[in-house]
């Protein structure tokens, strides 16, 4: 009683502190909806539930406790576990309550209340308590992901007020963003997991509080999810019309080809296309053409992954920029896009592609203000125009190429390039996805003209995840996901400590000062046109570095599905939200 008081106390001192009564939190600004909304705008509130949604992915899973990074994850495991604040799509980066009914928090963001619903429950009943939040905070940041366990270790404090209060407090080195990333938490039952190993992969499916639970799995081959009829959460604005399919199916194929055949004989019926080609020229079959199954190009407003071929700097081979930029003006974009795109793609120019994220132009601003911070450790060209695809003429960015590997001590003799001990120039790009051989072969065939050696590997699910948790390759076929608000992700995907963490996501070992500290200040930007003047300073810096080959990105999601699924009339900014379809075959009872 005499913390509650104390900490009411506290509170009213505080008035430019976030209220009780603020049941959402936006990264900056103000959240788009208000307390007593009924329903987010792009979903259809009267939406019917029931029916199946049948979806596929390639490899296999060997895991369904998704809070650890060992193992290999089913797909879904999301739908099990509520969290306390749930992240809406028609905004930047803005979530509100799920268990968490409302929050207060400081001015400074330096610590946070939740204080959670009454009705949240888990499926077998019991209630979600902060006890088990303070559980499920204790084993993230024992045993999650390394973004999580880098923003869990900066809480210095935490207490629980009474069953449904519970405060973290940061201590130094926290940003804007970690009460963000706090927050995203799914909340554990804590009587389920201390009777189970919580740091280890299991198949026996979890307890959860979600939407969904799992009730059949057929090891790396299929796992069954089902709508609870009875779910708490139903009816809360941030999830009314969504959740609507009553069983989520997800079929595992060994690679993309067996799948896609496997989706026109109608064993699934939900497909999301990331190959142009195959869109083009591979959707040509029965029940397409009879109306069965449909086709839709939906466009959306989201920055694009960021997908390239990466150097691994870990490699001697590729710790020189020349090298890279060299190898990078060797990639005939033009030639790629007309015979392997059909002209529909863009190249990549940017590490925020398609936002107003990328940099443009010459620095000026506060943007040129960031960068001369760091003009020791930046290439002179940061502070020229944007970074752009060389293009072009072939034949001439072949001869740069050329000239810049001579200059790194690479010379063309014997039909081999060699450096000064002989050593042939030669690497391995490995891949994780068949529909990326025909550029990485293209790409290989243009390198031995010159005298190099590119030999491409394939390599199913389960050992390119492993490979790439280990930085075991030399050049690597991945993609970066972005948003429109980006956060601490970027100190995982490019900052030094990443750089030597396994399991996290710095892929091209990328070292550079400027770049670690470009990256550790997105989080901690107060306001958007402060975020944006970062951003577009580090994109400059990570293009100019030559630490990838960007490839290519369409602006639109490709799916195909079956005619008795349905999408709501309003597409949000970040794309298809599949929470939001459902099915002619469902009804209105629950």
């Known amino acids: 009683m005499r913390i509650a008081l104390l900490f009411f106390l506290l509170v009213w001192l505080l008035p430019t502190a976030a209220r009780a009564s603020d049941i959402g939190i936006a990264m900056h600004g103000t959240p788009k909806y208000a307390a007593g909304f009924d329903h987010l705008d792009y979903v259809n509130p009267d939406a019917p539930k029931g029916g199946e949604l049948k979806l596929s992915r390639n490899g296999s899973f060997n895991n369904l406790n998704n809070h650890v990074i060992t193992g290999n994850n089913a797909e879904g495991l999301e739908y099990i576990n509520d969290k306390l604040m749930q992240r809406v799509w028609d905004e930047p980066f803005t979530m509100y309550g799920v268990v968490a009914e409302s929050i207060d928090v400081a001015p400074d963001r330096s610590w946070i209340t939740f204080h959670l619903r009454k009705e949240a429950r888990f499926h077998d009943g019991v209630a979600i308590t902060a006890e088990d939040v303070k559980f499920s905070y204790e084993m993230y940041r024992a045993h999650g992901h390394p973004v ?14 009474d069953p449904r209060t519970i405060t973290f407090t940061f201590g130094p080195g926290y940003d804007h963003e970690c009460v963000m990333i706090l927050a995203m938490m799914p909340v554990l039952p804590k009587h389920y997991w201390e009777t189970e190993d919580a740091s280890k992969t299991t198949l026996k499916p979890p307890l959860g509080s979600g939407p969904y639970k799992i009730v059949s799995v057929d090891p790396g081959r299929k796992v069954v999810f089902e709508r609870v009829k009875d779910y708490w959460g139903r009816d809360l604005p941030v999830n009314r019309g969504q959740y609507n399919f009553d069983t989520i199916t997800y079929s595992y194929f060994r690679d993309d080809d067996i799948s896609l055949q496997s989706f026109k004989a109608g064993n699934y019926n939900f497909r999301r296309e990331f190959d142009v080609a195959k869109w083009e020229t591979r959707y040509d079959f029965q029940a397409l053409s009879e109306g069965r199954v449909i086709r839709e190009e939906i466009p959306h407003h989201r920055p694009e992954w960021l997908k390239a071929l990466v150097f691994n700097q870990r490699r001697e081979l590729f710790a020189d920029r020349r090298v890279r930029q060299a190898l990078s003006y060797m990639f005939n974009d033009a030639w790629l896009d007309k015979n392997l795109s059909f002209g529909k793609l863009k190249r990549i120019g940017s590490a925020f592609p398609n936002s107003d994220l990328a940099a443009s132009g010459k620095p000026r601003g506060e943007e040129l203000r960031i960068l001369k911070q760091y003009k020791a450790d930046l290439p002179p060209e940061v502070f020229g125009a944007a970074w752009m695809p060389p293009g072009g003429d072939p034949r001439g960015n072949k001869r740069r190429a050329i000239a810049l590997l001579k200059e790194a001590g690479w010379v063309y003799r014997d039909e081999k390039l060699v450096n000064g001990k002989g050593e042939a120039f030669s690497f391995e790009l490995l891949l994780g996805d068949p529909a990326d051989e025909k550029i990485a072969m293209e790409f290989a065939r243009d390198l ?131 929470e939001s379809w459902w099915s002619q075959e469902g009804d209105k009872r629950p």
């Open 148 to 161: 999580r366990r880098r923003v869990y270790g900066l809480i210095t404090d935490v207490r629980i007020a």
């Open 448 to 578: 031995a003209k010159a005298g190099i050696a590119a030999r491409v590997r394939t390599v199913d699910n389960a050992q390119f995840v492993g490979r790439l948790d280990d930085y075991d390759y030399d050049m690597v076929a991945y993609r970066w996901i972005n948003s429109l608000s980006p956060g601490n992700e970027q100190v995982n995907y490019w900052g030094r400590k990443s750089a030597e963490t396994k399991g996290a996501r710095n892929y091209a070992g990328v070292t550079n000062a400027a770049v670690d500290a470009l990256a550790d200040s997105i989080g901690r930007s107060a306001d958007r046109a402060t975020l944006i003047a970062r951003c577009r300073a580090l994109d400059r810096a990570l293009m100019w570095g030559y630490y990838m080959i960007p490839l290519f990105y369409l602006g639109k999601d490709l799916v195909a599905h079956t005619t008795d699924i349905h999408r709501p009339s309003v597409t949000p900014t970040y794309g298809v939200v599949l």
